[in-house]
């Protein structure tokens, strides 16, 4: 079994930035085939952004504004995310990359508004 906790959410002015941080554990060696998913209330959770071992992956909508890296030793997973907008409100979630194959965390709450 995998677990995550997300954290560094949080409510931001637009243009802010963020910094999302997950940190793994259990079966689990390495945060290559991890990624970033998000779900914004009363849509769908969908891919945000992911780590290979071939480098990070972005969603096409979201290229520019986030990114994504890691610390392997820590099994820890970071997400910035910068000049935030209120369409980036939703919850933060990690989990497997290019599928989310694993139990779902908490997930981090991140509130852009004035």
């Known amino acids: 079994q995998v677990q995550f906790v997300e954290s560094g959410g949080g409510l931001v002015q637009p243009g802010g930035s963020l910094r999302l941080t997950c940190v793994a554990s259990?079966?689990?060696?390495?945060?290559?085939?991890l990624g970033w998913y998000r779900q914004a209330p009363g849509l769908e959770r969908t891919l945000v952004a992911g780590l290979s071992s071939t480098g990070p992956h972005y969603a096409d909508s979201l290229k520019g504004r986030f990114t994504i890296s890691g610390d392997n030793g820590k099994l820890t997973l970071y997400l910035q995310i910068d000049d935030l907008t209120p369409d980036d409100t939703a919850m933060y979630f990690c989990?497997?990359?290019?599928?989310?194959?694993?139990?779902w965390g908490q997930g981090t709450q991140v509130t852009v508004s004035s």
């Open positions: 259990g079966s689990i060696g390495a945060i290559y085939g």
């Open positions: 989990n497997g990359f290019p599928d989310p194959w694993y139990a």
